[in-house]
Nanobody, 126 residues
Protein backbone atom coordinates (compact mmCIF):
# COMPACT_ATOMS: atom_id res chain seq x y z
CA UNK A 1 0.00 0.00 0.00
CA UNK A 2 1.41 3.37 -1.05
CA UNK A 3 1.28 6.13 1.46
CA UNK A 4 2.51 9.72 1.29
CA UNK A 5 2.48 11.82 4.44
CA UNK A 6 3.26 15.53 4.35
CA UNK A 7 4.40 17.68 7.25
CA UNK A 8 6.00 21.04 7.88
CA UNK A 9 3.26 23.42 6.88
CA UNK A 10 2.27 26.36 9.03
CA UNK A 11 1.62 30.07 9.24
CA UNK A 12 4.43 32.51 8.57
CA UNK A 13 4.86 36.15 7.68
CA UNK A 14 5.89 37.25 4.23
CA UNK A 15 9.60 36.77 3.76
CA UNK A 16 9.70 33.77 6.04
CA UNK A 17 10.66 30.18 5.32
CA UNK A 18 9.18 26.74 5.69
CA UNK A 19 10.40 23.27 4.87
CA UNK A 20 7.84 20.73 3.78
CA UNK A 21 8.56 17.03 4.13
CA UNK A 22 6.92 14.04 2.53
CA UNK A 23 7.46 10.55 3.88
CA UNK A 24 6.79 7.83 1.32
CA UNK A 25 6.07 4.20 2.03
CA UNK A 26 5.16 1.39 -0.31
CA UNK A 27 6.84 3.15 -3.23
CA UNK A 28 10.47 3.86 -3.99
CA UNK A 29 10.98 7.51 -4.84
CA UNK A 30 13.38 8.30 -7.62
CA UNK A 31 12.00 6.07 -10.32
CA UNK A 32 9.41 8.43 -11.77
CA UNK A 33 8.08 11.97 -11.54
CA UNK A 34 7.46 13.03 -7.94
CA UNK A 35 6.83 16.45 -6.53
CA UNK A 36 4.57 19.02 -4.97
CA UNK A 37 1.46 20.76 -6.17
CA UNK A 38 -0.69 23.28 -4.37
CA UNK A 39 -4.21 24.54 -4.33
CA UNK A 40 -5.20 27.98 -3.16
CA UNK A 41 -8.79 28.86 -2.29
CA UNK A 42 -10.77 29.53 -5.45
CA UNK A 43 -7.88 28.57 -7.73
CA UNK A 44 -6.97 25.52 -9.74
CA UNK A 45 -4.32 23.13 -8.59
CA UNK A 46 -0.82 24.11 -9.68
CA UNK A 47 2.29 22.01 -10.02
CA UNK A 48 4.94 23.75 -7.94
CA UNK A 49 8.11 21.68 -8.10
CA UNK A 50 9.03 18.21 -9.32
CA UNK A 51 11.91 15.80 -9.62
CA UNK A 52 11.92 13.50 -12.65
CA UNK A 53 14.11 11.71 -15.17
CA UNK A 54 15.28 9.25 -12.52
CA UNK A 55 15.82 12.09 -10.07
CA UNK A 56 18.29 13.90 -12.34
CA UNK A 57 16.06 16.80 -13.35
CA UNK A 58 13.90 19.36 -11.59
CA UNK A 59 11.23 21.77 -12.75
CA UNK A 60 9.61 24.68 -10.96
CA UNK A 61 6.67 26.89 -11.70
CA UNK A 62 8.01 30.30 -12.67
CA UNK A 63 6.58 32.08 -9.65
CA UNK A 64 8.73 30.08 -7.20
CA UNK A 65 12.00 29.83 -9.10
CA UNK A 66 14.87 31.07 -7.00
CA UNK A 67 12.82 30.79 -3.82
CA UNK A 68 11.85 27.12 -3.56
CA UNK A 69 14.10 24.09 -3.74
CA UNK A 70 12.93 20.52 -4.13
CA UNK A 71 15.11 17.67 -2.95
CA UNK A 72 14.97 13.96 -2.39
CA UNK A 73 16.61 11.65 0.10
CA UNK A 74 16.61 8.28 -1.61
CA UNK A 75 18.01 6.45 1.39
CA UNK A 76 15.16 7.53 3.64
CA UNK A 77 12.54 7.74 0.88
CA UNK A 78 11.75 11.34 1.69
CA UNK A 79 10.86 14.30 -0.48
CA UNK A 80 11.36 17.89 0.65
CA UNK A 81 10.39 21.38 -0.43
CA UNK A 82 12.43 24.20 1.05
CA UNK A 83 10.46 27.42 0.68
CA UNK A 84 12.10 30.78 1.29
CA UNK A 85 11.09 34.41 0.76
CA UNK A 86 7.50 33.32 1.06
CA UNK A 87 4.79 35.56 -0.33
CA UNK A 88 1.07 35.75 0.47
CA UNK A 89 0.35 34.28 -2.96
CA UNK A 90 2.13 31.09 -1.88
CA UNK A 91 -0.71 30.41 0.53
CA UNK A 92 -2.50 27.13 -0.11
CA UNK A 93 -2.69 23.45 0.60
CA UNK A 94 0.46 21.69 -0.53
CA UNK A 95 0.34 18.09 -1.65
CA UNK A 96 3.09 15.58 -2.21
CA UNK A 97 2.36 13.38 -5.21
CA UNK A 98 3.70 10.67 -7.46
CA UNK A 99 3.12 11.15 -11.15
CA UNK A 100 2.45 8.64 -13.88
CA UNK A 101 4.99 9.68 -16.51
CA UNK A 102 7.96 12.02 -16.72
CA UNK A 103 6.62 13.87 -19.76
CA UNK A 104 5.22 17.25 -18.69
CA UNK A 105 5.78 16.06 -15.15
CA UNK A 106 5.08 19.30 -13.30
CA UNK A 107 2.02 20.40 -15.24
CA UNK A 108 0.51 16.92 -15.29
CA UNK A 109 1.08 16.14 -11.62
CA UNK A 110 -1.98 17.93 -10.15
CA UNK A 111 -4.43 16.13 -12.45
CA UNK A 112 -2.76 12.83 -13.18
CA UNK A 113 -0.93 11.78 -10.04
CA UNK A 114 -0.99 8.10 -9.14
CA UNK A 115 -0.88 8.85 -5.44
CA UNK A 116 -0.98 11.93 -3.29
CA UNK A 117 -0.93 12.75 0.38
CA UNK A 118 -3.54 14.49 2.48
CA UNK A 119 -1.79 17.83 2.16
CA UNK A 120 -0.28 20.35 4.53
CA UNK A 121 -1.50 23.93 4.84
CA UNK A 122 0.80 26.86 4.19
CA UNK A 123 -0.44 30.32 5.13
CA UNK A 124 1.64 33.42 4.44
CA UNK A 125 0.49 36.71 5.87
CA UNK A 126 1.51 40.12 4.58
Amino acid sequence: QVRLEESGGGAVEAGGSLRLSCAASGFILGSICVGWFRQAPGKEREGVAVVYNRATSTDYVRSVKGRFTISQDIASNMLYLQMSSLKPEDTGMYYCAIGTVDYNCRTALPKYSQYRGQGTQVTVSS
